[in-house]
């Protein structure tokens, strides 16, 4: 699953180059635990998405409540120069426990092994960071992982480092004291030396459950902070007010010169664009918005389709985003959500005059919860769909995932017109694990994808 050449390293050299790379046929997620009332330790599942199975075994943790969440690579297509690096190694850090895994893909793709674990206190003591969430390789050989607070459930967003051999914790990425307030998610372009954190909430708070009165009391952010990818310095804080709370996954468009990208805020359910502008600094205005909770999102390899969950409205949308500063609607699929035409939620204003959807079956199953998680296909044709979002949201807002697990899903995109159409034969039930329902979440190809791969 990467370009066959001579003298390259890992990933592609471009991202259109990475557009006609091969097919997917195993995806990695990991799937949780933790509030499920199952003493079962998270686990990594490899997933066969040509003959839509679960391979077995699993690989479990070796802890309990360990929150797995998102992952990423020791090396990606930033390292494609050099020859050196390989892609082998996945990325797990734990939301709750601060943990990190790192698990070896390199030796059998389809049977994941344990290679490392970093420990809390390593992380705790070395940078004074927790609760880590977002994974980058950098060209450096280095690896990058956000994190969400401190040890002690405050909101703290700075940057972990690790060594890309050994991974050690070496320390900080960000300067003495430049923390943001909060942190979640980041992308860095070193062509025009920037990077961009984002931020969720203070871990404390958002630990069992979503409570609106903690965003009022300030638990929970609402900017975009802009870094010098250089001297690591923190140099603007975009503050994107009310119709920005909670900003959560950050895309800069694929192309390395583009210098613009789009950021999913959840509370209000809006996409700000962000962009630099003529005077060189960097701005945010609301592009998007749709009834809340935007919590996932994608842009396609050829900058042309943005994509975003809604997980308590219960749809996924495609954007053309060809004109950047006007995205136009190209597509949208219900998946279950919170607003079924059969539950006991009546809507009685909708700004969009859309009726209420009726509840989605595939392969003889009603989709419990609702979309979250995406990924897409590297030709664009495919976008893959894992329904829960973190284990304590999961049980406050759709108790019968908890009960029946979440799915994987696979829809069928049209990237002429733009549409998107559910895949009716495609459907893995987390439900029937061997130790119970688990909650999958995040997706990942072995040979990388549009949400791990940063070019240069």
Same mark, same amino acid.
């Given at each position: 699953?990467?370009?066959?050449?001579?003298?390259?390293?890992?990933?592609? +050299?471009?991202?259109?180059?990475?557009?006609?790379?091969?097919?997917?046929?195993?995806?990695?997620?990991?799937?949780?635990?933790?509030?499920?009332?199952?003493?079962?330790?998270?686990?990594?599942?490899?997933?066969?998405?040509?003959?839509?199975?679960? +391979?077995?075994?699993?690989?479990?943790?070796?802890?309990?409540?360990?929150?797995?969440?998102?992952?990423?690579?020791?090396?990606?297509?930033?390292? %494609?120069?050099?020859?050196?690096?390989?892609?082998?190694?996945?990325?797990?850090?734990?939301?709750?426990?601060?943990?990190?895994?790192?698990?070896?893909?390199?030796?059998?793709?389809?049977?994941?092994?344990?290679?490392?674990?970093?420990?809390?206190?390593?992380? $705790?003591?070395?940078? @004074?960071?927790?609760?880590?969430?977002?994974?980058?390789?950098?060209?450096?050989?280095?690896?990058?992982?956000?994190?969400?607070?401190?040890?002690?459930?405050?909101?703290?967003?700075?940057?972990?480092?690790?060594?890309?051999?050994?991974?050690?914790?070496?320390?900080?990425?960000?300067?003495?004291?430049?923390?943001?307030?909060?942190?979640?998610?980041?992308?860095?372009?070193?062509?025009?030396?920037?990077?961009?954190?984002?931020?969720?909430?203070?871990?404390?708070?958002?630990?069992?459950?979503?409570? #609106?009165?903690?965003?009022?009391?300030?638990?929970?952010?609402?900017?975009?902070?802009?870094?010098?990818?250089?001297?690591?310095?923190?140099?603007?804080?975009?503050?994107?007010?009310?119709?920005?709370?909670?900003?959560?996954?950050?895309?800069?468009?694929?192309?390395?010169?583009?210098?613009?990208?789009?950021?999913?805020?959840?509370?209000?359910?809006?996409? $700000?664009?962000?962009?630099?502008?003529?005077?060189?600094?960097?701005?945010?205005?609301?592009?998007?918005?749709?009834?809340?909770?935007?919590?996932?999102? #994608?842009?396609?390899?050829?900058?042309?389709?943005?994509?975003?969950?809604?997980?308590?409205? @219960?749809?996924?949308?495609?954007?053309?985003?060809?004109?950047?500063?006007?995205?136009?609607?190209?597509?949208?699929? $219900? #998946?279950?959500?919170?607003?079924?035409?059969?539950?006991?939620?009546?809507?009685?204003?909708?700004?969009?005059?859309?009726?209420?959807?009726?509840?989605?079956?595939?392969?003889?199953?009603?989709?419990?919860?609702?979309?979250?998680?995406?990924?897409?296909?590297?030709?664009?044709?495919? #976008?893959?769909?894992?329904?829960?979002?973190?284990?304590?949201?999961?049980?406050? %807002?759709?108790?019968?995932?908890?009960?029946?697990?979440?799915?994987?899903?696979?829809?069928?995109?049209?990237?002429?017109?733009?549409?998107?159409?559910?895949?009716?034969?495609?459907?893995?039930? $987390?439900?029937?694990?061997?130790?119970?329902?688990?909650?999958?979440?995040?997706?990942?190809?072995?040979?990388?994808?549009?949400?791990?791969?940063?070019?240069?």
């Amino acid at each position: 699953m990467a370009t066959k050449c001579t003298g390259c390293g890992p990933g592609y +050299k471009s991202p259109l180059d990475a557009m006609k790379g091969p097919p997917e046929e195993i995806v990695y997620l990991p799937c949780i635990y933790r509030n499920t009332g199952i003493q079962k330790p998270d686990y990594l599942a490899t997933v066969d998405v040509l003959l839509i199975y679960i +391979k077995q075994p699993l690989l479990p943790m070796p802890n309990l409540n360990d929150e797995l969440h998102h992952s990423g690579w020791n090396a990606c297509s930033s390292c %494609f120069g050099d020859s050196s690096k390989k892609r082998n190694r996945l990325i797990l850090p734990s939301l709750i426990s601060s943990r990190v895994y790192i698990v070896d893909t390199g030796t059998d793709p389809r049977a994941p092994q344990m290679h490392k674990i970093v420990e809390p206190t390593d992380i $705790f003591w070395k940078t @004074g960071l927790a609760n880590p969430h977002t994974t980058h390789c950098l060209g450096s050989g280095q690896i990058m992982i956000s994190s969400l607070g401190d040890p002690s459930g405050n909101g703290k967003g700075g940057f972990i480092l690790l060594d890309g051999k050994t991974f050690e914790v070496v320390g900080n990425w960000e300067l003495p004291g430049e923390a943001a307030p909060f942190g979640y998610d980041f992308w860095y372009q070193p062509r025009h030396n920037v990077m961009m954190s984002t931020e969720w909430g203070a871990p404390k708070a958002l630990a069992y459950g979503f409570n #609106l009165e903690h965003v009022k009391e300030g638990l929970y952010g609402s900017k975009i902070h802009v870094w010098d990818w250089t001297t690591h310095k923190r140099l603007q804080s975009l503050d994107l007010g009310e119709e920005g709370a909670i900003p959560l996954e950050i895309r800069f468009l694929h192309d390395p010169a583009a210098t613009e990208g789009y950021v999913g805020c959840a509370l209000q359910g809006t996409v $700000f664009r962000f962009y630099r502008t003529p005077k060189g600094d960097w701005a945010a205005e609301k592009v998007i918005h749709v009834p809340s909770l935007i919590t996932d999102i #994608l842009i396609s390899l050829d900058d042309r389709f943005l994509y975003f969950s809604n997980w308590l409205h @219960g749809d996924i949308r495609q954007y053309d985003i060809t004109n950047r500063r006007n995205p136009r609607l190209a597509g949208q699929l $219900f #998946l279950g959500g919170s607003i079924l035409n059969d539950g006991p939620v009546k809507v009685l204003e909708d700004p969009e005059n859309q009726s209420q959807p009726p509840p989605r079956t595939i392969k003889g199953k009603r989709i419990p919860g609702s979309p979250q998680m995406l990924q897409l296909s590297l030709d664009g044709k495919r #976008l893959y769909v894992t329904t829960s979002l973190y284990s304590g949201w999961d049980k406050q %807002f759709y108790p019968e995932m908890i009960k029946e697990g979440s799915v994987m899903m696979q829809i069928d995109v049209n990237t002429a017109n733009g549409g998107l159409k559910v895949n009716e034969n495609f459907l893995v039930d $987390f439900g029937k694990e061997p130790n119970g329902p688990a909650l999958a979440h995040e997706l990942r190809y072995p040979g990388g994808d549009c949400t791990s791969d940063i070019w240069l």
